[in-house]
């Protein structure tokens, strides 16, 4: 049957999902629409209908290795090979991913807040592509390759990487991707501007984090000990779910742009 030009048609599914949806989320909207200080907490869920792998779950697995095994100095230093042919290997989804309406809805929120701060523990770079640009990349960024003897930072973007392990281009030493592994500290400056951004906003939200791996999974936990309002949007519940005062479960690609749309 042909459909005249004025008439638009839904699919009631679809529809009712949308309702639904909206329902579930009118009042965090309405706190963050109420708010002009907002901090963002991301984390790999945010990125994964951009086709990025998350890091636990099934498809977190790279060949049959664990993060775990693999995000670490050991793990490094037994075989620095393994652990660039992983970075490798991400960088090249990476190359490919567009940024999805999450990452997008996240650039309309900064766009109409006085004060906005995106911490993020991804590397993917995503963020910076969206637009977004207060942004603290609180585990580092795989576009750049750290020298492990004279420090020296390159911004590299070859997929695939043309030497593995990489070389400095100054010294000749190993490169090593500019990420914190497990077991390694996170620069001070980067805490001390993560924790002034907690501080000063009135609602702090979580996007796509399994909030298990320190010291990001405390953030949103300072920030509700100091009297902020901390929302969450994940898939599943977290084990700082019940800590929290909303948890919204559901796609950030989804839920974001509702969540964050300007009235
Ligand atoms: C969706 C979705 C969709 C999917 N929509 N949602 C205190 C207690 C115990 C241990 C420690 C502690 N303090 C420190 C530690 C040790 C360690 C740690 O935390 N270990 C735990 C695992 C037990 N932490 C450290 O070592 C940190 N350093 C440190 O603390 O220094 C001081 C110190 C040193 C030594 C000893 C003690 C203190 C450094 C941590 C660095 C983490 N680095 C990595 C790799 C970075 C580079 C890289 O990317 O390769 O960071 S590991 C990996 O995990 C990566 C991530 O950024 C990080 C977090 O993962 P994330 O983002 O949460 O991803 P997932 O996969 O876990 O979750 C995805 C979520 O998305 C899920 O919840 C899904 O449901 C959801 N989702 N699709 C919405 N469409
Ligand atoms: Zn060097």
């Known amino acids: 049957m042909l459909t005249k030009p004025y008439e638009v048609r839904f699919n009631s599914h679809i529809l009712n999902k949308l309702i639904k949806m909206e329902d579930k989320?009118?009042?965090p909207k309405e706190i963050l629409d109420r708010a002009s200080n907002i901090t963002v907490l991301t984390g790999a869920g945010i990125s994964a209908e951009s086709g990025i792998p998350t890091f636990r779950g099934e498809e977190g697995l790279w060949k049959k290795f664990r993060s775990e095994e693999l995000a670490s100095q050991e793990a490094f230093q037994r075989n620095p090979k393994l652990v660039w042919e992983w970075y490798d290997w991400r960088r090249g989804i990476?190359?490919?991913a567009k940024?999805?309406?999450?990452?997008?809805?996240?650039?309309?929120?900064?766009?109409?807040?006085s004060n906005f701060t995106l911490v993020t523990q991804n590397i993917d770079g995503l963020h910076q592509l969206a637009g977004s640009r207060n942004i603290i990349e609180m585990h580092g960024n795989q576009w750049q390759i750290r020298c492990t003897s004279c420090g020296i930072i390159e911004q590299n973007h070859d997929?695939?990487?043309?030497?593995?392990?990489p070389k400095c281009k100054n010294c000749g030493a190993l490169g090593r991707p500019n990420v914190v592994w497990f077991g390694e500290i996170i620069p001070m400056a980067i805490i001390d501007n993560i924790l002034i951004a907690i501080e000063r906003c009135e609602v702090m939200?979580?996007?796509?984090?399994?909030g298990v791996v320190e010291p990001a999974a405390s953030m949103g936990l300072i920030a509700k000990h100091t009297g902020k309002t901390v929302i969450e949007v994940n898939l599943e519940t977290?084990?700082?779910?019940?800590?929290?005062?909303?948890?919204?479960?559901?796609k950030s690609g989804e839920i974001l742009p509702i969540l964050c749309k300007s009235n």
């Open 25 to 27: 989320i009118r009042e």
């Open 94 to 96: 990476a190359k490919d």
């Open 205 to 210: 939200l979580i996007v796509g984090t399994s």
């Open 159 to 165: 997929v695939p990487l043309n030497e593995l392990p």
């Open 99 to 113: 940024p999805n309406l999450g990452h997008y809805a996240l650039v309309n929120l900064e766009n109409e807040k």
């Open 238 to 250: 977290t084990p700082n779910s019940s800590l929290y005062d909303i948890s919204i479960l559901g």
